[in-house]
């Protein structure tokens, strides 16, 4: 039995994600092979071998995975497991955006059932997911002869970055699928923390009131602790603040080390994305609000006074 992990990679470096997808697939059992698909990915693939409990990595590069094109990513894991030597047991993505783009094509040609944001391994072929925007966990058995499966990142420790000295082997990059071309990007330049990953995360809600607001009150307390910024749905609708800062079902799930929640009610679409975090503060001058169900410490207070006052105590 041996389970083989999609990287998510910048062709440079493997990403976070990847190392807790590592950890689930050693739950499963058996072997654990990495994935790099991309162009001129020598480093990633070299920094996959490193990642303590990977027993293989397997390199494709060709310009065609350049980009990460979920066609072409797709037509390549597909090329690897349906070689008969690979003989893999369980196919693993992480629970992103591009895992979650990719993941859906191999199992419709594979012709399996897709495991959808797992947060634990029961067994080989048992595991449990949250649903219903994480009020219940289902438990789900699969048996299928080749398991795909994303990865749901909070639910898994890291696996160590270092430590490991697998072999890379390299294989042949599968043609261009010519069903999608790369056009452009415009990626938004941030000196903070990548929110999914970051340790600390301060977050604004719709009580904010207007996005100036919103950054002359949460900037200066994410300067202090040195936090990537977040937001409600409520505050990124509102227009408060970027998509890319949303957390929730809808957004991002995080669970860092400690989440700050600032003029944030908690509707339940917003706990779902955080309410595994280690540590949870809660602002908020509602004592009924939501949030403070979750809350480890909660402040009955407006968030215009008590921000600027704890970043002047900080």
């Known amino acids: 039995m041996t389970s083989l992990v999609i990287a998510e990679h910048d062709n440079a470096s493997i990403k976070g994600a990847t190392l807790n997808t590592v950890t689930a697939a050693k739950a499963c059992g058996g072997d654990v092979h990495v994935l790099v698909a ?19 990595v397997i390199h494709a590069d060709g310009a065609q995975l350049a980009h990460g094109l979920a066609e072409n990513v797709a037509a390549q894991v597909l090329a690897i497991v349906s070689n008969p030597a690979g003989n893999y047991s369980h196919i693993l993505f992480p629970a992103t955006a591009a895992g979650k783009n990719v993941a859906p094509r191999v199992a419709a040609k594979l012709d399996v059932g897709q495991i959808s944001d797992i947060t634990k391994v029961e067994s080989a072929d ?44 390299t294989v042949a990059a599968a043609a261009d699928s010519g069903k999608s071309s790369f056009v452009g990007s415009e990626i938004a ?3 903070r923390p990548e929110l999914t990953a970051a340790k600390i995360i ?28 977040g937001a409600s749905r409520a505050a990124v609708d509102a227009g408060y603040a970027p998509n890319d800062l949303q957390v929730g079902q809808t957004g991002k799930i995080v669970a860092p080390q400690l989440y700050i ?28 609000a939501p949030i403070f169900s979750v ?20």
Do not use: C, W
């Not at 003029?263 to 509602?286: F, P, R, T, Y």
């Not at 215009?304 to 970043?311: D, G, H, N, R, S």
């Open 38 to 56: 991309g162009h001129n990915a020598g480093a990633a693939a070299a920094a996959a071998g490193r990642i303590a409990g990977v027993s293989k």
């Open 126 to 169: 048992t595991f449990e997911r949250p649903i219903y925007a994480g009020n219940a966990i289902a438990t789900v058995q699969s048996l299928d002869a080749k398991k795909v499966i994303t990865v749901r990142t909070t639910g898994f420790d890291p696996a160590p970055a270092s430590g490991g000295s697998a072999a890379v082997e």
């Open 189 to 191: 330049k941030n000196d």
């Open 202 to 229: 301060v977050s604004g809600g719709r009580a904010l009131g207007s996005s100036e607001k919103f950054n002359e009150v949460m900037t200066p307390l994410a300067d202090k602790l040195g936090a990537a910024i």
């Open 261 to 288: 929640a600032a003029g944030i009610s908690g509707a339940i679409q917003h706990l779902a994305g955080m309410k595994d975090s280690k540590v949870i503060v809660a602002i908020n001058k509602d004592p009924e």
């Open 295 to 314: 809350a480890d410490y909660g402040l009955e207070a407006d968030l215009f006074t008590a921000v600027p006052e704890l970043v002047k105590a900080l």
